[in-house]
Every structure is written in structure tokens, then in C-alpha cells.
């Protein structure tokens, strides 16, 4: 026997070493080795030898049998008879076999002992009198024969087929019928082809060899045998493979020239050459792999031109097969159908302008991009519009404005929009350079504060410049989804490549390539407690880093069972409810991933995620979309993910399973449209997005003695993909307006960028009967400048059929929702009245007091066309998402603000660190470079019975063009130790020394610390101090009240009480700086502020905190003066003092080698 017919064979449940006389095996008797005779009801069918021992023994199968003999056997043969083809019994033999009726027998040439094979036998099987419920089910006629499609000159096949038209009983015999015919007669005409081998063909368009045989295999996915794979030659069939997978094609010339082409349902064709060969049999054998679903890489990129010029728009999509034709859409109506993926439009016009998005397509199927927009200009018209948006900061709270009564001053913006810029002659997809709007104009003012005046630059004049160039992260946390434990040094995949890793306490980064469209990020746990989880995570396209938190399931523990035999496994996480779904495995289902049965003990691990449990919503794997039959990206609800890993019990390699059977309750299923839309879907790990396995039907079945339940069953191969979802596309869709602030103010210019914001869809609730913990559907989105639009089911006609849960994090910190209890104030929330009402606001403390504040729930409630208040938002009908966008502040939407704390941050130069565009190029700006952001922070220890502010005033210190001129403030309240209620400390920001913007001279940063009430600064880090001597100049410290400092140019460390860190987002960098400031250590991190720990100033505070002017205060009136230089009085104190102090005193100044003081210059 060849090892071809190995790989479909099935393992039995009955295995004999020593047989009776008789040798013959039942169903009915429950032992090995029963005798069966006929009766009047039953009858031995005649003796059947398909197989030899050759090989690895020899197999006598049912199923094999039955394709060769048709329906010479019954349905269900009640025993089973061998004996070798020399008519000796099988006792008389002394081998071991094995034998089951309702498989076969079969014989191992590696039982027999050393030089010694199994006989060649014959079976043959007792089949019961066929009763009418055991008669099976009559085929349907026979289709006429198909065209011959040989070419003349060849020998072709033609088909036929049935349909079996019974759902309860199976039909005997094949579906589909094949017979040689032979060509139409060739014209002879002289044929000029050279053949290296062979002659040429009737058509003279092809080489063959009467004398060579090509045999062949092909296996799909999954490396099982395909049946019924087509094998072609320039489009003319020549073969059609067996049940084995087996193919074989007379008359191919093995000259390195045959190209085959092989077909698979659900697989992608493959195109392969049959090697050069000199003998007269070949061998070919096929690995096909899964038909994959078209997916967009990259779709048009947005473009501004003027009147006259040209623009061109391409898209980049991927599938196996690939895409074979592009359409291309003008605000949804077709321009024209090309065979490329590129669209030019040259001699643009201002109607040209508008939306544009193309759609691919081919064998495996269809897939539209996001649109871009064109915006065509005249020839004279402004690209930007000159006058900047008024933008307003808050002032410090002695800054107070006379003529508007309020701490708020309009410093103006040019909000970066695309722009048209300085173009070359090429027609490009995505041009050379990015042009913005942005500031090209400022002015300097000086803002009166109380005793003293705050400069800013204001700005004052828009136009269009290049872009900022800006590089976008994501990073966070991953951590189980029951008790956060981090997932230690796990691989991050992406696009099957390993592009990072968690830390220690689960920790990662990862930067986004450029033109992404989607990022799908894999989380791999070596140390295979989690499940391998997929995340379609969203990021911020202008540029900045993105937290999120990455939950994960823990791995279910694995179940030894038996290949052999049938097994049901059932999953359902919710204690004191009913499993949702059952998975039933036939016996001889296992196989490896080289298409081989597997007949050992397999360890089964089949993880659930439960939609009746709200807290594992989190941990849903990608994004829950699958592509529609018109190229939409739809989006899916489910009923439970569950992630399968079967593996063998001895040497653990992974194995697959075929003709596995689903079984989903359907007393879970409470919309009853739901029971025929119900689908069984694979996640495609690569692209994110869920593809379809099949449909599920309804059945009745008994579950114990009387109990009869209804389920939806479905079917399905557990192939490459391991994690599956019973889920329903679902069209009633909406989305839900958010914004998030910086305070509860609710003020546009305090609108914070980056917030990931997540809904989470609720089963329906009114109007159905369920459970109203169970979740379908779980969003992120990352708001903007105009904050978020989320994808949410609604519904127009019950307005509380669906609810939605919403939250909102930002670095690892939720954010507050606008409270709903004990008083509704419309006008906070940002939903007017009765809408608001209509949509059941609570926040997640409306019932409990002590609950978090962090969340609220809302009902879905579709707008309604007659109601003039539901058409501005906050929930817009799924068709006006661009409207949802670009609605105004002034539409409704739902807040969330972060918890305003005691810090205060100004700089001289706006910028908003959660919108890298908005960065000016300004010698005074806070962040030289908008692409590396470096954080510093210096800790003091405060001694007194309070908690105090501090400020850090910073100020050019040796550039020239920055000299005693300020680049901002900030303002932080120290933080009291837990244990000692005298003690607090507090991490407070200075602006790092280095180069500026030009990158031509370094600037070190002349840094005053000043707490502000009455304080006398006691001591100073040693080494730090030590540092600054080292390092000249000397900044001044005659003040007791304050610490002066030229600041570091080096990242120092916790030693020196200085944290520094640098990244590519502001917000992580100053994130880092701080867990390490409060944790005083150079690699740790915390959130509790250690009050010992690496320190670098020390300050005794008494009991009064300052309510007039500070001293810092008096000192900012004084901005022309430098505070740079020593005083007489203070070097001939230090001399007086050397002998009796060290080189390293309290006051905090070392002297040199001649006991005189360093001297700034």
C-alpha cells in the first residue's frame, strides 16, 4: 500500500491481538472477537481486497471500499469477516490485526515481528435487511455530461453530478461522475513548435510525450488530501483528483516547460511546472493554501491642487489570489474601470473636487479603501486661510484679565490642514512633501500678572509651509484579563514577523510604519498561559504615541482525550448557567500538520470567551469587521470566541481536526432574526478581520432521557486558524459623538487628543427577553481634534433595544464622565433636553455612590427624522459618519475630562503635546524637536506640616538668542509621604538643556525652583552639586528661599535627584520621567511618591503657606536682569569658610583648586 492512502485512513475503536475462529467482529455484541451468523433479518456481503500489505500494511477500509463498490455495502454493517486471499483464516495466521466494522480491518507490517509483513486479506461485512428507516437516501437524476473540453487531438474528461436531496439520511455512491472523450479531428497544418521532448500537439500549441505518466497528490490547508482539485493546462482540464487526493495525467512532457494550473474550492490556484525529468513516470505533489480574503494595505492619500494641475491617486490591496481589476469612485458614482490600481486626473477643475476610493477585486472577492478627498483651489485662491482660530490658554491664577474678568488669553491657531504647497512636475501617488497650514507669523506680548508681566507669542499670521514631521507609537500594557497579571517577555507579531516584545511587567512599544492603514499587532505568550490574541489597534495619524491596555485570556487547561474515539467538549465560563456552545469531535478526527492520522491521546484546550460576562468584553480578539459581498467593511456581533489548541499527549506537537461539528444553544440567541443569520467565522490573524466558515442550521435534539433542546449546528475544518467566532453581521448601526478635556471647564481649546476611547455594545435589553449582562460588540477609537465618532447598534423603532457601556483612558489614566446623579445638568453632558432623556444617561455611579465615576451607559437611540433636536448628534445614523466628524463644538456629543490635578504648565510658545503638528519653529519653544521629546524632572523633599506648590521658571541661560528670556513654568503640589505626615516631596519639570530648534549651539537652561510660601532650602544632593561645579558655569544661589541651577546637559539619574528620559511622544516620555521620579530609582516605576528616595533638594516649610506675592513672584517683574553671576560679598564668605567647610558645603558651591568660586561668564 502507498503512503498516499495512509493519510485518510480512520482509526477504530476496536484493536485485536488474538482473534476467534470465526474471526469476525460486531457492533451489537460489546467484545472483541464475536461470533455472527445470518439470520432472517441480515446477510454477508461478498469478499472485497482493495489494498496490498506492500508499504506499511495492508488496509482493507470501509470508506475505500465503498468508493469502489459503491453501494455493495450497507449503511451500517453489523460485523466484519477476514481472511487472506489464500483462504486462510485469520487465527491460523498468528498476526496482529485490527478490525471495527463501521471502519474497516487493517493489518501493521510493523506488529509482525522482525522480516516479517501481514498476509493480503479480504473482508467482507454482515449488512442488516434494509428496513424503510435504514433505506438510505435516493439520489436525484443525473445532470447531463459537460463539453468535452480536449482540445483536438487530446483526450479529455467529462462530468456529471447529482444532488442528494434528503438533509436526514446520506446517499450511497459518488456525486459526481467522470469518462474520458477525445477531441474534435485537427486541422493538419504545419506546425513550427520545437519540442525538446516529444511532438507538438493537434494545436500546436503544447508538447506531449505518449509514454510519460505524471502522478500526482494535492492536500489543502491544513496538509489533509483534497478531493475534487481540478488540474488544467491553458484552461483545458486534464484532471480531476480522488478521494486519496490523487491525480494522474497521460502524455505530459517532463521538459521543464509544462506549467499546471491547480484548483480548489476555498483554495487559491496554484500554478506549478513539472520538473524536467528522463524517465517515463513523474511524480508532483501540491500544497495549496487557503483562499485569503482581499484586504486594503493602503488606500488614497488626500491631496490639495490648484486649478490646472494634476493629481494622482493609487491604492495598494493584497489576497490570495491577488486583485485583477480596480474600480475607481468619484463621491460614490463609478469614473471609470481600469486594470491597475492607480487613478490620474490631470487639467484638474474645481468640480474635480470631492471624494475618491477604489475598489478591487477578483477571485477572492471584493474590498473598497477609505476615501481621500481632493480639494481644488483657483488659481489666485488662498490655501490657507490667513487669519489663525482664536485658541485660548489658561493663565496662572495671579494672571487674572481686567477687560474679560477671566485666567483665560487668546493666543490664536492655524489649525495643520493639508494645503497646497510648492509641487514639482510629477504625477506622484504620494508626494514629496507634506504641506500644512501653519503659523507663519508672531508676536510677542506681555501679559500683566499681579507685580509682573508673562511674555507669549501669539500668533498672528497663517500660511501654508511644509508639515511637521511626525512619527506615531503605541505602547501600553499587557495583562490577564481576570487579575492583571502581565504577560513577562512575550513576542509582538506583525505581518508574521516579530517586531518587539513585552517587559517585565508587561510593558511594550511599538512604532507605526509609514501609510499603515490598519495596525494588527499579535501577542504571543511564551510561556503559553494566554491565549495568542490578535488586536486591531487604533492610533493617532498626526503623529504621537497611543496607550492602551492589551487584555488577555488565560488558557484554559488542556482535557486528555482519545483520538479514537467521539468527543464533546463544553464551553460556557458563567458559574450557575447553562454551556452556550458544544463542540462535538468525531473519532479519527485528528491528523498532523503533514496530513497524517493521528491515533495517540490528545491534550484539548479550548478557551471561551463568554459574552454573558461584561469583564472579558476587553479581551475580544481584532475588531470584530469582516468585508461585505460589496466590498464594505461591516461589522460582526457575537455570541462567543473560542480559541482551540490541540495538541498530541506524548510529544506536543499542534494538531488539526477535520469535519468538527458546532453547537450553539439556541436558547442563548434572544432576537430571533438572529437564529438564521447565525454564522461560524475564522479570524484571519494577518489582516485582522473575520472570515466565513459557514452557515449554522437549526435542530432539535434530545439532551438526556426527555429533555429536547434546539441548537444551530455548523461545521468546520480546525485547520492554520485557531481561534473561531459565532457571530451575526448586523446592520442596524449608529454612531456616538465623544469628546474628552483636560477639566470639567469643557472648553474647545482644552479638547485632549489620543484618548482612547471604547464602547462596549449590550445585548438588547427592551423589547427581549435577556440577560442584560451579556455584551456583543467592543470599540476603541482614538479621538482627534475634533474628538471621536464609535460604531454602536441602535435602533430607531425601540429607542432602548440596545445600551452601550463608554470609557475613556489616556496613558493608563480613565478619565471622568459628566455625573448624572443626584442632578442631570443637560448643559454639562452636552446633550440637550428631551434627547438626553431618550438616551438614558447614567454614569457608572448613578446608583452607587462609591462606584467609579469612570464610565457611563447610554441607550442607542437612532435619530429620529421627525425629531429637529436628534439631528445634531450626539448619535448620527451609520451613513453620515463624515458629518460625525466634522461636526461642530457646538453639536451635542458626551464628555469626559481628566481629573485635574494641582499642576499647572505654561509656555511662552503654544503647543498642544497632543497635536505634534501644532509645534513652531521658535527659539523659545519648550521641545526643540517635534519628533524627540525629552522629559526632566528634579525631585524636592519638602519638611512641614503642609503640602506646598512649587514653580520651576525657566529661562535661556547661555544661548544668545534666548538669554533671560522665558521658556514657560510649571506648577506642581508636593505630595505627602504616607507614613511621616511632616514629610512630602514632589517631582517637578524643568526644561532639559540642549540644542534648540536650529541644532546649531546648545542652550543650558538657567532653571529656578521656588516653593512658594515661607521656606528655607536646607540641603542639596551632594553629587549633584558636585556636578554643577564641575560643569561651569555657576548659576547664583544667594537666596536661601529658592534653588538656581544651570541645568544638566547630561541625563543624570536618581543619584543626583534628576530624571530625564527622551522619546518620540511628549506625554510618554514625561510619563517614564515620573515613575521613576516617584519611585527614586533610574529604571523603576511607581505611582506612590517615595519621599527619601532619590532626592535632589531639600526644603523645611513653616506652618503658614504664602497668600501675598511670592518672592519668585517679584523676581519675574525683573526678566532684563540676568541671575547669572556671583557676588563679592558671597566669594570673600566662602574663602572665610574654606578652611572650616569641605569642598562639597551645605550652601551648595564648590570652589576650585584656589579656594576661589567658579564665575559664570
Known sequence: MSAWTLLILGITTATVVGVSAQASWGTDSGRTGSTHRPDGSSDWTTWFNVDHPGGLGDYEQLDAIRFYYRTRVCRHPKAIEARTTEWVPVRETGERVHADPTVGFWCLNEEQGPDRNCSNYAVRFLCPEEKSGDIPATWGTWSDWSRCPAPCGW?????????????????????????????????????????????????????????????????????????????????????????????????ICPDGNATLTVSLRGHAPLRVLVAHSAEQVSVLGVQLKRTEKLHVLSSPESKVRREGQAAAFCCKVAGTPPPDKYQWFHNDSLLEQRFDSTLVLKHLRPEQTGLYHCRASGPSGLIKTKPATLKVLGREENSCDPKPESHFIRLPHDCRQNGTDSLSYNVGKCPSRPCSGKLDNGIRCKDNSAYCCGVRKTEERKIACRGYQLPAKVATQCGCQKCVDTKAFVHGRV????????????????????????????????????????????????????????????FNTRGGSVFHEIKLLRKKAPVTISAAESNTLELGEVEGQEAMVQIQIPPNSFYTEKGEVFTGNVNASVTFLDPRDVSTAAASQSDLNFIGDEGDTLPLRTYGMFSVDFRGEENNEPLNAGEVKVLLDSAQVQMSEHLHAMKLWSLNPDTGLWEEEGSLRVERKARGKREERTFLIGNMEIRERRLFNLDVPENRRCYVKVRAFRSERFTPSEQVEGVVVSLINMEPAAGYATNPRAWGRFDSVVTGSNGACLPAFCDEDKPDAYSAYVMANLGGEDLEAVQSAPKLNPALVGVPQPYLDKLNYRRSDHENARAKKTAFSISVAKPSANAAEEGNGPVYAFEKLKECEEATFSASHFRFSRVEGDGYDYNTVPFNEDDPMSWTEDYLSWWPKPTEYRACYVKVKITGPHEMNLRSRNMGGTHPRTVGQLYGLRDTRSIRDKDRAAVSAVCLEFKCSGMLYDQERVDRTLVKVAPQGSCRRDHVNAMLQEYLVNHLPLAVNNDTNEFTMLAPLDPLGHNYGIYTVTDQDPRKAKEIALGRCFDGTSDGTSRVMKCNEGVALTFTCGDREATQQSVFQVLQGLQGQTAIGVARGERRRQRANSRRRSTRDPAGTRRDGRGRSARVT
Open 479 to 538: 495583562v490577564a484579563a481576570d487579575n492583571g497579571e502581565p504577560m513577562r517577555f512575550g513576542h509582538i507579531l506583525m505581518n508574521g514577523l516579530r517586531i518587539s516584545r513585552t517587559g517585565y511587567k508587561g510593558t511594550f512599544s511599538v512604532p507605526v510604519p509609514v501609510d499603515t492603514e490598519r495596525l494588527v499587532l499579535i501577542f504571543v505568550d511564551n510561556m503559553q498561559k494566554f491565549v495568542d490574541t490578535t488586536k486591531v489597534l487604533p
Open 155 to 251: 483526450v479529455g474528461v467529462q462530468l456529471r453530478s447529482r444532488i442528494c436531496p434528503s438533509l436526514s439520511a446520506p446517499c450511497i455512491g459518488p456525486k459526481v461522475e467522470r469518462k474520458e472523450c477525445n477531441g474534435a479531428e485537427c486541422k493538419k497544418e504545419d506546425c513550427i513548435l520545437h519540442c525538446p521532448m516529444g511532438r507538438a500537439n493537434a494545436e500546436c500549441d503544447s508538447c506531449q510525450c505518449e509514454e510519460h505518466i505524471l502522478l500526482g497528490s494535492v492536500r489543502g490547508a491544513g496538509g489533509l488530501s483534497a478531493e475534487g482539485a481540478t488540474i488544467a493546462r491553458s484552461g483545458s482540464l486534464l484532471a480531476l483528483s480522488d478521494h486519496n487526493g490523487h491525480f494522474r495525467i497521460p502524455g
